[in-house]
């Protein structure tokens, strides 16, 4: 969730006039087929749990869910039916900030037309270097339907995005689920990602096996000390993120290219940010990688940290990293044995 470039807010654009996502979400979509060639063919794991009704199902149960909302590690049981927000400051409507192809994702989800980018408002973490902060923490964002979700899922593919990139989704999860039912329906055949911080309880990853295709998620820290203080509330992160990233890898493999296209359809993709003076522990990240998931896992080494938002407060994470700790924490991971490293600063 961590992302590689900032999602504009207001998604339509003159290049992108036809593209009516905002300006009209209720508009009826009937024609999905404008699908890029290279994307046709693959069936989204979701389409059977439709087609079962299984999706749905398990949409209203958590959507029940939300009279005592359980669905984050925060576990703050408020009732947002009500209209209460709970801790991640999201109640029951759903809020949405952008959708949207995008390209600044890895070149294995964005391809020619881009990656169909949803960006939720709110988040369930909070933390004080977020470059997306005033729509995590300041709620920037617009209120919509389950149906209207869903028709921006079959707009992103009718304009020829390669999936469906759900940003921050974790609060949200049951209106993912019973959009996605209803976009299967009229023919969504994207592969969803899941874009998350990886502060995911396993239980509610139970809800997505057999839906998400791709998880794209961040394994941010190792060292609870710095969860705790970089990410308020968020202290039992290393602990929660090890397991969910167990359950990602066991629901969706290793993520591998498709040969003939080079875009990622299904498995596991980690993004860890290199934080200054190593304050997350990535030397501790890659090693747990290594010596818990397969050699070949897809890690996407980052080097962007920028210090927005509260960062400045901190005075240890205040400046970006520089190239010797960047290329420091690549040799780690060659040396612990990771042969799958998307790299970026050298
Ligand atoms: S998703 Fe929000 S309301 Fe639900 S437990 Fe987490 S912080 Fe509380």
Redesign the pocket.
């Known amino acids: 969730m961590c992302k590689l470039a900032a999602v504009p807010a207001i998604a339509v654009t003159g290049s992108l006039a036809p593209f009516k996502l905002f300006a009209n979400p209720n508009s009826s979509v009937k024609n999905t087929s404008a699908m890029s060639n290279s994307d046709q063919g693959y069936i989204p794991s979701y389409v059977a749990l439709q087609q079962s009704g299984v999706l749905k199902e398990r949409g209203d149960v958590l959507f029940d869910e939300m009279r005592h909302?359980?669905?984050?590690p925060?576990?703050?049981e408020?009732d947002?039916i009500s209209g209460k927000r709970?801790?991640?400051r999201?109640n029951a409507d759903l809020e949405i900030s952008s959708a949207s192809p995008h390209f600044g994702e890895e070149r294995e989800l964005v391809g020619q037309n881009g990656s169909g980018t949803v960006f939720f408002t709110h988040c369930?973490m909070e933390c004080v270097f977020c470059i997306n902060y005033e729509v995590s923490q300041m709620g920037h964002g617009q209120k919509y339907s389950i149906r209207d979700l869903s028709n921006m899922m079959l707009l992103l593919q009718r304009h020829g995005c390669h999936n469906i990139n759900l940003v921050s989704p974790?609060?949200y999860l049951p209106h993912i689920l019973l959009a996605l039912d209803r976009a299967s329906a009229a023919g969504l055949r994207l592969p969803v990602a899941y874009n998350t911080s990886g502060w995911e309880k396993t239980e509610m990853l139970e809800f997505l096996d057999g839906v998400v295709d791709i998880y794209l998620t961040d394994f941010k820290y190792a060292d609870h000390d710095a969860a705790a203080t970089y990410s308020p509330g968020s202290g039992n992160y290393p602990d929660i993120a090890q397991k969910a990233l167990l359950e990602m890898h066991r629901q969706t493999g290793v993520a591998k290219p498709d040969p003939k296209t080079n875009l990622i359809y299904r498995g596991l993709m980690i993004r860890h940010l290199v934080m200054p003076g190593n304050v997350a522990r990535t030397d501790r990240v890659l090693r747990w990688i290594a010596a818990n998931l397969p050699d070949d896992t897809y890690v996407n080494i980052m080097s962007q940290y920028t210090p927005m938002h509260k960062a400045h407060d901190f005075p240890e994470i205040s400046r970006r990293i520089n190239r010797s700790e960047y290329n420091n924490a690549v040799t780690i991971a060659r040396n612990a044995g990771l042969t799958n490293l998307r790299l970026q600063m050298r």
């Not at 909302?69 to 984050?72: D, M, S, V």
Request: glycine content about 6%; proline content about 0%; some cysteine.
């Open positions: 909302c359980r669905l984050c925060r576990n703050c408020t947002r709970g801790d991640c999201a369930s974790t609060h």
